[in-house]
Structure formats: C-alpha cells, structure tokens
C-alpha cells in the first residue's frame, strides 16, 4: 500500500510478556518516528531514526523499550516484561526529508493499540 | 524545552457556526507550527502547517491557521462546520533547527446538527 502500515493493529499481553510492533514506512522514507498515544493525551514522542541509526532516542520511558530499523525501512519496537502502564496505542510515522531543519510533515499509521492484562 | 497547549478538551458547535481551537506554544527558536486531525479509527493526518512566510496558512476542507508571534499561538479556525469536522484535532510544534514534533493534548471537536 502507499500509506505506513502498522502491525497488528491490536495486541493483547499478559504482564511481564515480551511484545514486538512493526511500522512499514512509506517507500523512500528515510526518517522514521515511534510515538505512544494514551487516552485522551496527544502522541508522546518515543524515538527518530534517521535512516538505520537512532538519531534520537531520549523518549523511550525506560531500557524495557528498544527499537530497530535494521535496513532501513521497516522498524519494530520491543517491549520487555510488559507492564499495564505500557497500554497505550503505538503510532509509527515517516517523513520524505532527512536533514535537520526540514519542514517535517509526518505521515502516520492507524497504529498499534496495547493491551497489558 | 518546546511544548503544546490547546484550551479545552472538548468543544462543540452547531453545524454552520464557527469554529476556533485554541493553541499555544513555547519555543525558544522559530518555530514550524502544525495541525493534524484524527478522523475515528484513522490515523492523524495533517491539516495545515506553518513554517516561514505567510502567517495564514490555509489547509484542507476549509480550515486556516493564523501564526502570532507576539502571543506565541497558532488558533485553528473554520468558518462554518459541517458534520464530517467531527475529529479530535492535535496542534504540534517542531524547532527549525531539530527532529521532534511535540503534540498537544488534543481538542475533541463535537459538530450538533
């Protein structure tokens, strides 16, 4: 498809269990950017690559949470020892530009939604 | 450090009245300034943005957005609503020089027929 594509669109774990989500970026995307969004808040900023490296990591809450985007595309986001805090939906967005300073209009995907029992 | 304000969770209008959501920022370099709306089981997309030039910027179905430096705002404005406005909408806020869009809250806008 020509959008992001996130999967699965819903997950539901049991506390203390290990997740992965996935984000497919538009082709030719080279930035890409994890958000979480929890109910009745805006999306809080989680990390950004640039290309296959984390440009910037500093929102991920804690070292329970770690993401790859090995070749440069596709990228997932690992979840240790889930806990119900980390319910939330997970939004993955890419954006066409890759320096600093650009306009950045982010295209999102219909996310992830988290479920820990 | 950037952050997002947008005044009220909630408002709802008739359908043809005005619409205005409210929001504010804080930045310590020029700003890019932009709304995004979240139609139900969609992802957000973007409205409108603003980045250097013009201080109003018009956006998509009907929607503009007027950048005040002096108050540090970027209200979203419509003239008149129509049902299908019903969205939650998010401003956001990213430095010139940096990668991350800080959002706000959110604004859930309720169209009444």
């Known amino acids: 498809g020509a959008g992001v594509s996130q999967t699965p669109s819903n997950k539901v774990t049991e506390k203390g269990k290990y997740v992965e989500l996935r984000c497919d970026p538009i082709s030719g995307h080279t930035a890409l950017y994890w958000y979480r969004q929890s109910l009745g808040q805006g999306p809080e900023f989680l990390i950004y690559f640039q290309g296959t490296g984390a440009a910037d990591d500093s929102g991920l809450p804690n070292d329970r949470f770690f993401a790859v985007r090995p070749e440069g595309s596709v990228s997932t986001l690992k979840i240790q020892r889930t806990e119900r805090g980390d319910s939330a939906v997970y939004l993955c967005?890419?954006?066409?530009?890759?320096?600093?300073?650009?306009?950045?209009?982010?295209?999102f995907g219909e996310g992830s939604r988290l479920t820990v029992l | 450090a950037q952050s997002v304000t947008q005044l009220g969770s909630h408002v709802s209008v008739s359908e043809g009245a005005l619409v205005l959501l409210r929001c504010n920022y804080s930045?310590?370099?020029?700003?890019?300034l932009f709304w995004y709306v979240q139609y139900p089981n969609q992802g957000l997309q973007l409205l409108l943005k603003y980045t250097t030039g013009a201080t109003l910027v018009k956006g998509i179905n009907g929607f503009e957005a007027e950048f005040k430096k002096s108050e540090t705002s970027f209200h979203l404005t419509k003239p008149s609503a129509h049902m299908s406005d019903a969205a939650e909408y998010f401003c956001?806020?990213?430095?010139?020089?940096?990668?991350?869009?800080?959002f706000g809250a959110g604004t859930r806008l309720f169209v009444k027929a």
């Open positions: 967005a890419s954006s066409p530009r890759d320096r600093a300073g650009n306009t950045g209009e982010l295209f």
């Open positions: 930045s310590s370099v020029p700003p890019y």
């Open positions: 956001a806020v990213r430095d010139t020089g940096g990668f991350k869009t800080i």
